[in-house]
């Protein structure tokens, strides 16, 4: 359903992030991987129309859609949460949900998919006084009301407590189910790897390997440094750890 074909992406300081990227994506949970400045965020950025390749293309469901703005994309069924959720003073959780449903009907649903309360939770603005996982989630079960045929994660589990990543893993597990389209998620969390069809591993700004969940987190273990505490050593740029 997602094509990218030769995409390249060369920052304005002459930096080429995105190298000749050439991947077919039909899988219903996708994860990307990588060390920190692969281009695992610019590769999500590109398939969602915040940035545009500066050469190849983005094909989805067989058109082309390189040059469609973010809001064409939307209506075509793409949807994007970003690493630190957006913030609406004013807006209840029930307006968000509202926004990316159209009407207001099993809203309650959508809420109880991601563990928290609709009584709790419908009411509540949404502002400084929800804690990151509480955003995380609220961003999860809006993009779950969009439903649509795609929904893009950058790093979800980034920012949360551990209790809060444990329910991050179950939402997951069955948020192909509730939004019945497919997921591309990125990540460094093994859990997270682990209930992903495939991994698409990025190196240097290119496709180093795109395989079976299993193949890749093989390979990873022979290849990458794990610590005594279940961490996943992206290179030596940075750690993230299970728990």
């Known amino acids: ?66 040059d469609l703005p973010i809001n064409e994309r939307a209506d075509r069924g793409m949807s994007f949460a970003f690493q630190q959720p957006v913030r609406f003073k004013g807006l209840r959780v029930r307006d968000v949900i509202s926004i990316a449903k159209g009407d207001e009907v099993n809203m309650g649903k959508y809420l109880r998919a991601v563990g928290l309360c609709p009584k709790d939770y419908l009411d509540r603005e949404i502002n400084d006084t929800l804690s990151g996982g509480e955003m995380k989630r609220i961003e999860i079960a809006t993009a779950a009301a969009r439903g649509g045929k795609l929904s893009l994660f950058d790093e979800p589990e980034a920012g949360i407590d551990l209790w809060s990543f444990q329910n991050l893993i179950e ?7 509730v939004t019945q389209g497919n997921i591309i998620i990125i990540s460094h969390q093994e859990r997270i790897l682990e209930i992903s069809d495939k991994i698409i591993y990025l190196k240097d700004g290119r496709v180093d390997r795109y395989d079976d969940s299993g193949v890749i987190m093989d390979e990873l273990g022979m290849n990458e440094r794990r610590n005594r505490r279940g961490c996943v050593v992206a290179g030596a740029e940075g750690v993230t750890c299970n728990g």
């Open 171 to 177: 939402v997951f597990e069955k948020l192909g189910d």
């Open 1 to 66: 359903m997602l094509e990218l074909q030769h995409i390249g992406f060369r920052a304005d300081d002459g930096k080429e992030i995105l190298k000749d990227i050439n991947v077919r994506i039909d899988d219903k949970f996708v994860a990307v991987t990588g060390p920190n400045g692969s281009g695992k965020s610019t590769l999500l950025k590109v398939i969602m129309g915040i940035i545009k390749p500066t050469s190849g293309k983005v094909i989805f469901d067989g058109e082309d859609i390189t």
